[in-house]
C-alpha cells in the first residue's frame, strides 16, 4: 500500500475517534443533566455494563493507538526515504 493511502486511512480513522469522543461527551452532559433533574427530564435511564465514559474511554484508547501508529508510520518512512537516498 503506498504511503499517501496509508496516511490517509489513519487520519481517517483518528477524525471518527474524535467524532465519537465528541458525541459521547455530549451524550455523557446530557446524562449529567438529568441525573441533576430527573424530574424535568423522565425517567432515569440505567446504565448498562458498560457506560458512556467507558466507551469514551475505549474510544480515547483508539486514538492514542492510531497516534502511536502514525508517529511508527512517519519513522518508517524517514527510514525508507533514507534508504532510497543512499
Not at 474511554?57 to 527510514?79: F, N, Y
Request: charged fraction near 30%.
Amino acid at each position: 500500500m503506498e504511503s499517501r493511502k496509508r496516511t490517509h486511512l489513519v487520519n481517517e480513522l483518528m477524525q471518527e475517534a474524535h467524532l465519537m469522543m465528541g458525541v459521547l461527551e455530549k451524550a455523557m452532559q446530557g446524562e449529567r443533566l438529568e441525573e441533576s433533574h430527573p424530574t424535568l427530564h423522565g425517567a432515569h435511564h440505567p446504565q448498562g455494563p458498560y457506560s458512556l465514559e467507558d466507551e469514551h474511554k475505549s474510544w480515547g484508547k483508539v486514538l492514542r493507538a492510531l497516534t502511536d501508529m502514525q508517529t511508527e508510520r512517519d519513522q518508517i518512512e524517514q527510514s525508507e526515504h533514507q534508504r532510497r537516498e543512499q
